[in-house]
């Protein structure tokens, strides 16, 4: 019980100041993340068994993929992993293993390793290449780089190193072989300005040196043409790839590229896809048609820059698709495009951002391809809006000159509408689609909600109006009903149709301040709209006295009377609610009016009561009265201020 002096009443404001107020987020290509690697540097194509397998030196594993980049095992334990490479049958996946000087075998289909050669302390293997029932590789660093080789025909597999036959490597050579050019082993010295090609006779099972010559250097990767004959090679700076013959290594044919290309793969058709750096984010994916007097084909996968230092290009085993590892943030994305050879269709579509329902609207674009379509193509129109959710056919439209178009609607519809055009495609060109989306203008309705402002006793159960105007078709209203405090959510009391008159009505049993909510979600023609109504609800407040000896009706109020030697307790009770308090106010008749001695506030307890003593020996015959209220936002909000009634006492001797 708190207790509080009561002294003579000129006093009592003074004797009470020093008190403590109580207080307490358009084709069917797709793309993967290729899980657990970080860098990956070499990809082969198992057709065999439907795998592909993608090598990454910084995480020492081989990811074992599906044919649309989805991981289904891993090959682990190879430190600094290089190339890998797989035998004509794809029965067998070689892996240099650079940070353990050796070369691991595994079998394509179970995946377990069947066999490892040892290529000597230091020798770091770190390229590979399968050609007549040998598997080559480029060892060492720098000038100290040579080629050896593991005979695999024999009972017990050999290796032997120094098979260079006079050249002198800069770096470990990068080797490329072809079943359908047997005898012929191909060497790149890449990593020098002067860029020897090798071409080396190794029919007799030693290398010769068949043909060499200087290119330019610091290739990125290289691809053979299908009948072995050739080399497509990834050449540094912005230099086109370029094909050589191998017989004399003649030039052939470049596949001129705006920026530094960096993988480079050959289908068995003779198409040539590689990837550039693509610095300015304009394409990164080139495919150059077998037919030389058509124009390449670009696509843009990725807006990072490509990889570089590894080949992470190759088509399908059936060449219909091209797989192209893009690099994210240190996680590689295993990209497939499913129609290569087709020329991406890209189309955009320009509809006005806002426009009147039911007034006429244009809406322009274009349909662009490397290989330009003709005026007339046909494009196709739907439009999405609330009247057709499905959307609805608008027919088709044709291409105008440079591949643009325009054609004009008249929305019956308000909100949203959204307006897809579509070109299927043809042999040459892949299928592409675009949208856009018109903010169309809809008619506001009239909706209003009463009692707003207005202040009810505790637990009055009110009756709220929703009044809603003419609409389309949509007749329906929510009314919220959102008390004060977080422990009371806001509540949907009531949904309905209105009636005739545009009425929805609820009654609300209000024990706290409410926001009432009307609320209407549109309809083809009128706009959504809410209207607010924020009402009071009182408290009830109990005032009760004690200590007292007597009670008389005088002074036109029932009056308690205490002795001098009686502290009267003053108890208030209110609904309890975390944080509330009361404030008590005590007044003293001055001969003119009421005068306040002094007020505090006081917190109650869990139970909603707070009981407090007046102390002190206060002068006879001074007329005193004393009321408990509640002050929104002394402890809480959640009610409307609400005043008790008035207790009114003297003392005598």
């Keep these: 019980m708190r207790k509080r002096s009561l002294a003579a009443a000129t006093t009592l404001a003074v004797l009470l100041s020093s008190a403590v107020l109580a207080a307490t987020p358009a084709s069917a290509d797709s793309v993967k993340p290729v899980t657990g690697l970080e860098d990956a540097t070499d990809m082969v194509v198992d057709g065999t068994h439907g795998r592909v397998f993608i090598s990454d030196r910084s995480t020492n594993r081989i990811a074992v993929t599906d044919g649309t980049g989805t991981v289904i095992g891993a090959l682990t334990g190879l430190p600094q992993v290089r190339d890998i490479t797989l035998s004509p049958d794809d029965s067998t996946l070689y892996a240099a293993v650079y940070g353990a000087d050796k070369i691991v075998a595994f079998d394509t289909a179970t995946l377990a390793q069947t066999a490892e050669y040892a290529t000597g302390d230091g020798t770091i293997p770190s390229r590979l290449a399968y050609a007549d029932g040998k598997l080559w590789f480029g060892y060492g660093d720098q000038w100290d780089s040579g080629l050896g080789m593991v005979d695999l025909t024999a009972e017990t597999p050999t290796v032997t ?249 008249t929305p019956p519809a308000g909100g949203k509408v959204k307006y897809t055009v579509t070109y299927e495609g043809d042999a040459e060109h892949t299928r592409a689609s675009a949208t856009d989306t018109v903010d169309v203008s809809r008619a506001t309705p009239a909706l209003t909600l009463n009692n707003n402002g207005k202040v009810y006793s505790y637990g009055q159960d009110v009756k709220f109006t929703a009044h809603l105007g003419t609409t389309y078709k949509n007749r329906t209203v929510e009314i919220w009903a959102n008390p004060y405090g977080a422990d009371k959510p806001n509540k949907l009391v009531k949904t309905g149709s209105v009636n005739s008159a545009g009425d929805l009505s609820v009654v609300v049993d209000l024990k706290r301040k409410t926001k009432l909510t009307a609320k209407f979600a549109g309809d083809a023609r009128y706009a959504p709209r809410s209207v607010e109504s924020t009402v009071g609800a009182k408290v009830p407040i109990s005032t009760s006295v004690s200590g007292y000896y007597k009670t008389q009706y005088t002074w036109n109020h029932t009056y308690l009377f205490f002795r001098q030697s009686k502290d009267p307790v003053v108890t208030a009770t209110l609904p309890p609610y975390p944080g509330r308090t009361q404030k008590l106010q005590l007044q003293y008749w001055s001969g003119v009016s009421w005068t306040n001695s002094y007020d505090e506030y006081f917190k109650l307890d869990s139970a909603g009561k707070s009981a407090v003593q007046l102390t002190g020996t206060p002068p006879k015959g001074i007329r005193f009265r004393v009321r408990n209220s509640y002050i929104s936002g002394s402890g809480d909000s959640v009610n409307s201020t609400t005043y008790g009634s008035w207790k009114y006492f003297t003392f005598t001797s």
């Design 161 to 409: 190193l120094d098979l260079a036959a006079g050249h002198n490597f800069s770096s470990p050579p990068e080797l490329y072989a072809d079943p359908d050019n047997p005898g012929t082993l191909l060497a790149l010295d890449a990593h020098i300005s002067s860029g020897p090609i090798v071409v080396y006779d190794i029919s007799s099972g030693v290398p010769v040196l068949r043909v060499t010559d200087d290119k330019g250097g610091f290739y990125h990767d290289a691809a053979l043409t299908p009948d072995g004959q050739s080399v497509v090679v990834a050449g540094p700076g912005t230099r086109a790839l370029t094909e050589y013959r191998l017989s004399d290594l003649a030039e052939v044919r470049t596949y001129p590229v705006p920026s530094e290309p960096e993988t480079v793969s050959v289908a068995p058709d003779g198409t040539v896809a590689a990837t550039v750096l693509d610095t300015d984010d304009i394409g990164d994916t080139y495919v150059f048609p077998a037919d030389a007097s058509k124009p390449v084909n670009v696509r843009n996968l990725s807006h990072s820059w490509m990889p570089w230092g590894g080949h992470t290009t190759n088509w399908s085993a059936d060449s219909s698709k091209l797989f192209v590892i893009t690099d994210t943030y240190y996680t590689p994305q295993f990209q497939v495009v499913d129609e290569p050879r087709k020329y991406a269709a890209t189309l955009t579509v320009n509809a006005p951002a806002g426009a009147t329902r039911a007034k006429t609207l244009t809406v322009t674009g274009k349909l662009t391809a490397n290989l330009a379509l003709p005026a007339g193509t046909p494009i196709t129109v739907t439009r999405t809006d609330m009247e057709s959710p499905n959307g609805k056919s608008l027919g088709t439209k044709p291409l105008g000159t440079g591949g643009k178009f325009s054609f004009t609607d």
